[in-house]
């Protein structure tokens, strides 16, 4: 479930998504505007329109997990998954010392 990491930076994103916005009361939609950009920076247009969904997502533009509020979710679970990891550890010594004072106590 690794994403690879993409080749093109937080500021080239962002100029990106920043220059979609500026021109696009210079082309009839949105798309065009999107394809436009797109081929100056060298990504593909569903790329650049997916950039600018999460800008808007992060702006409270359009509804949705923000940049952040995904971060620290993804933050959460893998500290639950610890957390989770090392209790069951926790268990298993319990049990395991619990049954060696058992077994101390059967033999004398």
Same mark, same amino acid.
């Given at each position: 479930? +690794?994403?690879k990491?993409?080749?093109?930076?937080?500021?080239v994103?962002e100029r990106?998504v920043?220059?979609?916005?500026e021109? !696009?009361?210079?082309h009839?939609?949105?798309? /065009?505007?999107?394809e436009?950009?797109?081929g100056?920076?060298?990504? =593909?247009?569903?790329?650049?329109?997916?950039?600018i969904?999460?800008?808007q997502?992060?702006q409270g533009?359009?509804a949705?997990? =923000?940049?952040d509020?995904?971060e620290? $979710?993804k933050?959460?679970?893998?500290? +639950?998954?610890? $957390?989770?990891?090392?209790?069951?550890i926790l268990?298993l /010594?319990?049990?395991?010392? /619990?049954?060696a004072?058992?077994? !101390? !106590?059967?033999?004398?």
């Amino acid at each position: 479930m +690794n994403k690879k990491p993409s080749k093109f930076s937080p500021e080239v994103r962002e100029r990106a998504v920043r220059l979609v916005r500026e021109q !696009r009361d210079e082309h009839p939609s949105l798309w /065009a505007a999107v394809e436009s950009i797109a081929g100056m920076i060298g990504c =593909t247009p569903q790329t650049l329109h997916e950039w600018i969904k999460r800008d808007q997502i992060d702006q409270g533009e359009r509804a949705g997990v =923000t940049t952040d509020e995904r971060e620290r $979710l993804k933050a959460l679970e893998r500290e +639950n998954k610890e $957390l989770r990891r090392a209790n069951e550890i926790l268990k298993l /010594a319990s049990a395991f010392f /619990a049954q060696a004072e058992l077994d !101390r !106590r059967l033999k004398s």
